[in-house]
């Protein structure tokens, strides 16, 4: 029904921001992805939007992107997943980390996110495999076996998730795993 707003920004209380579109107020729930982009308070802005409907209320949820949006509509299709635990899922883990993990099946990463179980996070994983991944957040390189177990060797040596994406994209594309190991763990090394 409310697809996208554009508007000036009045409020901005984490997780929710108050939009004013032409003298009509709109509280609107957002993730910390889109929070953090968010423009200074006074500023135009404009969102995309999922209204849902409830029983007992109404609530626009907000996304700064086409795939916030998209990520956010796949996780409410999935049973026992409403839209508050999609929207904390999407502020825990960005859209390509989301589909890093379901393309990788990490449901590790996915249990570090408040509010979901290793149950919740393996449904996740089954649900949106092939659904997230193949056209959403992965799109600068596909990971191909060798530097998935790259990146699980040194996500298991306790390098995070950040440092070990950054040691990846310095290895060459066709480099074998112990190679890339070795060649990982030398680039952090510095």
Do not use: W
């Not at 889109?34 to 626009?60: H, K, S």
């Not at 449904?123 to 790259?150: C, F, P, S, Y």
Request: proline residues 4%.
């Amino acid at each position: 029904m409310i697809g996208k707003l554009t508007g000036t920004l009045l409020e901005k209380n984490p997780p929710e921001v108050l939009v004013d579109c032409n003298g009509v107020g709109y509280e609107v729930q957002v993730p910390m992805s889109t929070f953090y982009n968010l423009p200074a308070v006074g500023e135009r802005v404009a969102l995309l939007t999922q209204f849902i409907v409830r029983e007992d209320a109404q609530l626009l949820y907000g996304f700064g992107s086409v795939e916030e949006r998209q990520t956010f509509r796949e996780l409410i299709k999935i049973s026992g997943v409403g839209p508050r635990t999609a929207l904390s899922i999407l502020s825990g883990l960005g859209v390509g980390d989301l589909a890093q993990a379901v393309t990788l099946q990490e449901a590790g990463r996915l249990v570090k996110v408040p509010g979901i179980g290793k149950k919740t996070a393996e449904r996740l994983l089954l649900e949106l495999k092939g659904k997230l991944g193949a056209d959403i957040g992965l799109k600068a390189h596909a990971v191909n076996d060798a530097q998935a177990d790259i990146l699980q060797a040194l996500l298991a040596l306790g390098y995070n998730d950040k440092e070990a994406a950054a040691a990846l994209k310095a290895l060459p594309a066709d480099v074998g795993v112990s190679d890339g190991i070795k060649m990982a763990l030398k680039s952090l090394a510095k």
